[in-house]
T-cell receptor, first 116, second 112 residues
Framework: AQTVTQSQPEMSVQEAETVTLSCTYD???????LFWYKQPPSRQMILVIR??????QNATENRFSVNFQKAAKSFSLKISDSQLGDTAMYFC?????????????FGGGTRLMVKP | EAGVAQSPRYKIIEKRQSVAFWCNPI?????LYWYQQILGQGPKLLIQ????????DSQLPKDRFSAERLKGVDSTLKIQPAKLEDSAVYLC??????????FGPGTRLTVL
């Protein structure tokens, strides 16, 4: 079974600054996807970024980028130029690729507060 | 493109009552998931459908929870009878096969 650990329950950052959220995972699989989802108070789970394990290049989406270290089983999210709208819960998630199902295993989340 | 639709958004019931949630996935998405998210935790998968067949329901409490996706499109999740510990947000997600899951807005259930 896979496990996902987010060691920072809460973080804060000043508007326009950069913040990094940590995530580690445990798996014996070699082929999988990793995700960061954002969940604002509205509860809608919104995809932030996706990383395929077979890709060595780190994924980027505008102000969001990841540092994927496969050997270390680490998958951190960097948010540059933080905005007030980035305030939310952030969940790291692991997806094993299998014909038996593609369930997501989520970490416990990190609450991010962007301060003006 | 319309997103995943869920209803109702909120539901308050008393313990031992029954409740049903509805989900309509993104058009063309064959795979549909129901997750339970207890306050302060990450979501946990309850059941996964591929078209109208169940792929994984290993974490569904089958003595009280049931789900169906009869025509391979929309889905209903039912709880009967509800317990206090069922208070949570119920999230529905859909995906194309082996692809990113997109989530609906969720239903917040409070059991009194």
């Amino acid at each position: 079974a896979q496990t996902v650990t987010q060691s920072q329950p809460e973080m804060s950052v000043q508007e326009a600054e950069t913040v990094t959220l940590s995530c580690t995972y445990d798996t014996s699989e070699n082929n999988y996807y990793l995700f960061w989802y954002k969940q604002p108070p509205s509860r809608q789970m919104i995809l932030v970024i996706r990383q395929e394990a077979y890709k060595q290049q780190n994924a980027t989406e505008n102000r969001f980028s990841v540092n994927f270290q496969k050997a270390a089983k680490s998958f951190s999210l960097k948010i540059s130029d933080s905005q007030l709208g980035d305030t939310a819960m952030y969940f790291c998630a692991f997806m094993k690729l299998s014909n038996a199902g593609n369930m997501l295993t989520f970490g416990g989340g990190t609450r991010l507060m962007v301060k003006p | 493109e319309a997103g995943v639709a869920q209803s109702p958004r909120y539901k308050i019931i008393e313990k031992r009552q029954s409740v049903a949630f509805w989900c309509n996935p993104i058009s063309g998405h064959a795979t549909l998931y129901w997750y339970q998210q207890i306050l302060g935790q990450g979501p946990k998968l309850l059941i996964q459908f591929q078209n109208n067949g169940v792929v994984d329901d290993s974490q569904l409490p089958k003595d009280r929870f049931s789900a169906e996706r009869l025509k391979g499109v929309d889905s209903t999740l039912k709880i009967q009878p509800a317990k206090l510990e069922d208070s949570a947000v119920y999230l529905c997600a859909s995906s194309s096969r082996r692809d990113t899951q997109y989530f609906g807005p969720g239903t917040r259930l409070t059991v009194l």
